[in-house]
């Protein structure tokens, strides 16, 4: 029976993950689609070299796949390297996380891809969705096939029920949705969600290759 779960599975896995690379394609993205994270990391550290700088945008995606690590291995030095001291201080935090937006190259995951080749994201400081868009000369953006959804309203949908209530959980938020696991639109002080970004083609000036992977990644 196990065997038939796991066929079927990778099946429609990369079904779903093909007809979104072509459509990424369509949009002007670079894309591509691996049935492994394996494949996929050896993929991704071929634009990794000795020397240049590498930024992050925050991801449990990247952090399951261990390429902070990696990367470092490969002699590429990261923008940031944050602690939890360095939450302390928002604003200074603020004014660090502004050195990863100029890098050579930039991995970031998208909080979800739809069936028509567009990146929904949700992000509280900026630094994550505006180096997706602009600012790196290269950005590569990993995402697990729990990321790919129908359209952008189903997108939505995840970001609200999945992505924002557990990142909210993650880092110890003290907003609603980190007690009752869905999005109430709040209005707290501490509220994650301030921008809300579609990405329906590759901008003119950034250089993007999603990268999609058949296996549950990140949030
Ligand atoms: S808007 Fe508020 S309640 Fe909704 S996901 Fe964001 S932080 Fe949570």
Request: proline share 3%; net charge neutral; aromatic share 8%.
């Amino acid at each position: 029976m196990t065997a038939i779960i796991d066929e079927v599975t990778a099946w429609h896995n990369r079904t779903n993950g093909t007809t979104a690379v072509e459509a990424l394609r369509k949009n002007g993205f670079d894309a591509v689609y691996f049935d492994s994270r394996a494949e996929a990391v050896d993929y991704m550290l071929g634009f990794v070299s000795s020397g240049m700088t590498v930024g992050f945008g925050g991801s449990m995606t990247l952090v399951e796949l261990n390429m902070a690590d990696l990367v470092k291995q490969k002699g590429a030095q990261l923008a940031l390297e944050l602690t939890p001291a360095d939450y302390e201080d928002f604003d200074a935090l603020g004014r660090t996380l502004k050195k990863t937006v100029q890098t050579d190259l930039y991995f970031t995951s998208s909080n979800a891809v739809t069936l028509d080749g567009a990146l929904v994201n949700i992000d509280g400081g900026g630094n994550r969705v505006t180096a997706m868009m602009y600012g790196p000369e290269k950005v590569i953006v990993a995402a697990g096939i729990n990321k790919i959804c129908r359209d952008e309203a189903a997108a939505w949908e995840r970001i609200r029920m999945i992505a924002a209530p557990k990142n909210a959980r993650r880092l110890n938020m003290p907003t609603p949705c980190a007690e009752t696991g869905i999005c109430v639109n709040c209005k707290h002080p501490a509220r994650i969600c301030r921008l809300y970004t579609v990405m329906r083609c590759k901008p003119f000036f950034t250089d993007v290759t999603v990268v999609i992977i058949g296996e549950t990644l990140g949030f």
